[in-house]
């Protein structure tokens, strides 16, 4: 049964900073997406970034693309998010989401395992 534990959410200004991480366990599989989603009130859940295990190779939506950079620790089977530059509307409810399979794809509609989420607050 795959894991997902994230922690770094909180309260930050208008243009700072916060750290998601996320640790992953219960798998086996050498090939697999894992990744951060968000989602608003009233609104769909969203890829933010993912990465992939198969070739190293990583997507980021492009609202967030310059300001936020996700990377891996694989001996702690352990995902972060270091998010800069933050703004209002990237308020949101961060999910750390998992896929065995290969590729980047990071559309939420395809993932199945899933972190509790941890809120993230952008506001002065």
């Known amino acids: 049964q795959v894991q997902l534990v994230e922690s770094g959410g909180g309260l930050v200004q208008p243009g700072g900073s916060l750290r998601l991480s996320c640790a992953a366990s219960?798998?086996?599989?050498?090939?697999?997406?894992i990744g951060w989603f968000r989602q608003a009130p009233g609104k769909e859940r969203e890829g933010v970034s993912c990465?992939?295990?198969?070739?190293?190779?990583?997507y980021y939506a492009d609202s967030v693309k310059g300001r936020f950079t996700i990377s891996r620790d694989n001996a702690k089977n352990t995902v972060y998010l270091q998010m800069n530059s933050l703004k209002p509307e990237d308020t949101a409810v961060y999910y750390c989401?998992?896929?065995?399979?290969?590729?980047?794809?990071?559309?939420?509609?395809?993932?199945?395992?899933w972190g509790q989420g941890t809120q993230v607050t952008v506001s002065s």
């Open positions: 989401g998992f896929r065995i399979t290969y590729g980047v794809s990071c559309s939420a509609l395809d993932y199945k395992h």
């Open positions: 990465t992939s295990s198969s070739d190293g190779s990583s």
């Open positions: 219960g798998f086996t599989s050498d090939y697999y997406i």
